[in-house]
């Protein structure tokens, strides 16, 4: 059974930055996409951030682009979500998650396995 676990969210001032992490157990081997996504109250969940789980082909929305970094470390089945530059437009509940098939489109919430979620909000 997969599970996925973010950790690393808390409270931090604008301009700040954090790295999110969400670490993989059980069968990770077939893992294809993995995607970061954020929900903020009210709104729906939002795409952040996608690769292969090769390393290949990062994509990011407009918002984070340039600010935001996703990578991965295959080898702690662990991936993670580089923060620069924090606004407070991105206080959300940030999500990991991953699927054993091709996601399309990028922003598409079309994944099988999804974390449980970790908070980040960015003061003014």
């Known amino acids: 059974q997969v599970q996925l676990e973010e950790s690393g969210g808390g409270l931090v001032q604008a301009g700040d930055s954090l790295k999110l992490s969400c670490k993989a157990s059980?069968?990770?081997?077939?893992?294809?996409?993995l995607g970061w996504f954020r929900q903020a109250p009210g709104e729906e969940r939002m795409f952040v951030a996608t690769?292969?789980?090769?390393?290949?082909?990062?994509d990011y929305a407009n918002s984070v682009k340039g600010r935001f970094t996703i990578s991965r470390d295959n080898a702690e089945n662990t991936m993670y979500l580089q923060m620069n530059s924090l606004e407070p437009e991105d206080t959300a509940v940030y999500y990991c998650?991953?699927?054993?098939?091709?996601?399309?489109?990028?922003?598409?919430?079309?994944?099988?396995?999804w974390g449980r979620g970790t908070q980040v909000t960015v003061s003014s």
């Open positions: 690769m292969m789980a090769s390393g290949e082909s990062p």
């Open positions: 998650a991953a699927s054993t098939r091709p996601v399309a489109p990028p922003w598409s919430t079309n994944y099988i396995y």
């Open positions: 059980g069968r990770t081997s077939n893992f294809y996409t």
